[in-house]
């Protein structure tokens, strides 16, 4: 599969973020990697929390410049991948 790349929004976040889905995976960008303000911190905090809830094996990737991405597995079949993050991460992302 190429890699896909597409900028979303997450509600009530300020900037579109980046998704890409490559190799049986989808990467979210959260945060900054360097010196988390408060904010940030808080977002890293929360998508942690949730995943762990839930038992979901992720990882974090750092491509390129100072971005932090949550790493994932893809969905299945019949499920967006707007609609999985959100669920899996309890955000609303479009």
Same mark, same amino acid.
């Given at each position: 599969m190429a890699e896909?790349?597409?900028?979303?929004? !997450?509600?009530?976040? /300020? %900037?579109?973020?980046?998704? !890409? @889905?490559?190799?049986?995976?989808?990467?979210? @960008?959260?945060?900054? =990697?360097?010196?988390?303000? $408060?904010?940030?911190?808080?977002? !890293?905090?929360?998508?942690? =929390?949730?995943?762990?809830?839930?038992? !979901?094996?992720?990882?974090?990737?750092? $491509? %390129?410049? $100072?971005?932090?991405?949550?790493?994932?597995?893809? $969905?299945?079949?019949?499920? /967006?991948?707007? @609609?999985?993050?959100?669920?899996?991460?309890?955000? %609303?992302?479009?």
């Amino acid at each position: 599969m190429a890699e896909k790349t597409y900028q979303v929004r !997450v509600g009530g976040w /300020s %900037n579109s973020r980046t998704v !890409v @889905e490559a190799d049986g995976k989808v990467s979210l @960008e959260i945060a900054l =990697s360097h010196n988390h303000c $408060p904010t940030c911190s808080a977002r !890293v905090r929360h998508v942690t =929390s949730h995943l762990a809830r839930r038992n !979901v094996q992720y990882s974090w990737a750092y $491509p %390129n410049g $100072p971005r932090s991405f949550i790493v994932v597995d893809a $969905p299945g079949k019949g499920l /967006s991948i707007k @609609e999985y993050l959100s669920g899996l991460l309890d955000l %609303n992302i479009h």
